[in-house]
């Protein structure tokens, strides 16, 4: 009866690392797709904003209003 009660919390010892170890690689697995994803966002934000500052330059036709607005985009990004 001890024998059994001893292989019972063993197993459930054993068990419960094999679960650690499955959840702590599907989190590792998790940042570093998110670094990859990061990365290729990075570039369509870079073109997004490009884009805005055009339209707000073409829109407006002013110098100013454009340096303002990618100054604001730019505080919104980075700040």
């Known amino acids: 009866m001890i024998a059994k009660d001893i292989s019972t919390a063993i197993s459930g010892c054993h ?36 884009g805005a500052l055009l339209v707000v330059g073409l829109t407006l036709k002013s110098y100013w209003a454009t340096a303002i607005c990618g100054i604001g985009l730019g505080v919104l990004i980075y700040g």
């Open 15 to 50: 068990e419960g690392r094999i679960n650690f170890i499955r959840y702590l690689g599907n989190s590792i697995d998790a940042n570093l797709e998110a670094q990859d994803e990061g990365k290729t966002a990075g570039i369509f934000i870079m073109f997004t904003v490009i």
